[in-house]
């Protein structure tokens, strides 16, 4: 092999260290910035219960009996609903955050919020707050005594229970569907997409709140009426905004039997 070839395969040899060099340099660069993902920006902690929110809305829609608003200010942005209200895109509104419902799902919707504030009242930029619960729900720690006058005894439906049984039993009852009839004392429509009532049958004692239960229920009743309320207990159900219920029936199938 004479000189010029040897000087030929020591020059290929060479080139191809430097490019087997360059790829490994290459690869190596290619897998360090594959492992670096640029870092996600932080979300945005949520404001506290029990303050308000000021901003502006940017986007809206109305669900049922409900009117739902995303509202942005200071690169925050939260979701709310009130009871329907007139709103824009763009109007600057205040919301009391009195009730957080986080994981909550809109069957109107069809739609998932991983937190929201349901309102008594939204409220624009100056307006004077309304209270946050409809006026007359009981600003209460466990199923609120309804003021005025005890009820007369009103008799029990056949294989039902009293107001003061369910008081009485309800660690036992928890889970179980029962019914109980009695006088309504208080409606409250369309809170947190449900109707609010209390029940009184004469029995229990107004010095501890057992005379009173809470029911939800998708009925409309007027107070006064003699209703017949069938659903599942449900005990130690906190709701936020000290609004909590030792015991109270969930969605209860309600017949209105009279009215006063």
């Not at 994981?103 to 100056?126: C, K, M, Q, W």
């Not at 969605?251 to 039997?257: F, G, L, Q, S, T």
Request: aromatic share 6%.
């Amino acid at each position: 092999m004479n000189i010029r070839n040897l000087t030929l395969i020591a020059l290929a040899a060479a080139l191809a260290a430097g490019n087997a060099c360059t790829n490994e340099k290459a690869t190596t660069n290619d897998t360090a910035t594959t492992a670096q993902p640029p870092n996600a920006p932080a979300a945005a902690p949520q404001p506290a219960a029990g303050t308000t929110f000021a901003g502006k809305v940017v986007e809206t829609m109305d669900a049922g009996t409900y009117t739902y608003v995303r509202v942005a200010a200071g690169g925050r942005e939260i979701w709310a609903a009130s009871s329907h209200f007139a709103v824009a895109v763009g109007d600057e509104v205040v919301v009391p955050l009195d009730m957080p419902m986080e994981n909550f799902h809109s069957d109107t919707l069809n739609r998932d919020f991983p937190v929201i504030y349901f309102a008594g009242a939204i409220t624009r930029e100056g307006e004077a707050r309304p209270p946050v619960m409809p006026p007359g729900h009981p600003p209460i720690a466990g199923a609120a005594s309804h003021g005025g006058a005890p009820v007369a005894a009103v008799e029990p439906v056949p294989g039902g229970l009293t107001v003061a049984e369910i008081w009485a039993g309800r660690v036992s009852l928890a889970g179980s569907t029962v019914s109980v009839r009695g006088r309504v004392v208080k409606f409250n429509p369309g809170i947190m997409g449900t109707n609010w009532l209390h029940l009184q049958d004469g029995s229990g004692s107004p010095a501890n709140g057992t005379h009173d239960l809470a029911v939800t229920t998708p009925a409309n009743v007027k107070v006064g009426d003699v209703v017949t309320a069938t659903g599942p207990v449900a005990v130690d159900q906190d709701f936020g905004a000290g609004y909590t219920y030792p015991v109270i029936i969930r969605e209860a199938a309600v017949v209105a039997e009279s009215a006063l």
